[in-house]
Every structure is written in structure tokens, then in C-alpha cells.
């Protein structure tokens, strides 16, 4: 798990990194296109994992007796 964490944060940085680069706006528009494809494939990489990790991820709850019942994580979205 922690393997994942990491490529999760490098992939990440990365993505951050091209960002930084389209926003500078001072780029050709080849290399934009090739920057932005690769964003692209980052954030679906990224998206990956984090569903990943919301599959995983259970709520515990406290019922009305006291005790404690596990139940998967629904997003509100």
C-alpha cells in the first residue's frame, strides 16, 4: 500500500508540475498538446487510484445498542 501512496504522490507532483508549465502560456503549441496528453493520462492515473482507495475505505457506525457495525463507504456525490 504504501508502493501505491508513493506513485499516487509522485504522479501527483507531475501533474502539478505540467500545470505549472500550460500556465506559464509560453510554450509551443506542440509541446503543449504533448504536456497536456500527458496530464491527461495522469489525472486517469490518479482517478485509478483513488477509486482504489474508496473501495476500500468502511465506515464504522455506532448503533443504537452501543455496539459498533462496519459498512462500505458510500460518496454523497
Do not use: Q
Amino acid at each position: 500500500m504504501s508502493e501505491e501512496k508513493i506513485n499516487f504522490e509522485k504522479t501527483i507532483g507531475e501533474l502539478e508540475s505540467i500545470v505549472a508549465k500550460l500556465d506559464k502560456g509560453d510554450m509551443k503549441l506542440d509541446d503543449m498538446l504533448i504536456n497536456f496528453e500527458k496530464g491527461i493520462k495522469l489525472a486517469r492515473e490518479c482517478t485509478k487510484v483513488l477509486d482504489s482507495a474508496e473501495k476500500k475505505i468502511s465506515v464504522l457506525t455506532k448503533k443504537p445498542d452501543g455496539s459498533v457495525k462496519e459498512e462500505s463507504f458510500t460518496p454523497n456525490s
